[in-house]
């Protein structure tokens, strides 16, 4: 067994767990090119704002 190998997604750092969602993914992509506003993530991912501001408290919640 080599170790730093995860054999599971339930022994997966919190943050790979959440960063593998697809719309947190893709907001993590756009927030790694430049700073955005939430209204401009709204418009850039097609998704509601309310959505979004889901997805990104939990991302801040993980630091």
């Keep these: 067994m080599y170790y730093g ?3 599971s997604a339930q022994g997966a750092p919190a943050f790979l767990r959440l ?3 697809p ?3 893709r907001l993590l992509t756009e ?3 430049g700073d ?3 209204r401009e ?3 850039l991912v097609g998704q509601p704002q ?3 501001s889901y997805h990104l408290r939990l991302l801040r919640a993980v630091g």
């Design 5 to 7: 190998v995860v054999s």
């Design 19 to 21: 960063a593998a969602h």
């Design 23 to 25: 719309l947190r993914w």
């Design 31 to 33: 927030l790694a090119a």
């Design 36 to 38: 955005y506003r939430v």
């Design 41 to 43: 993530l709204v418009e």
């Design 50 to 52: 309310n959505l979004v």
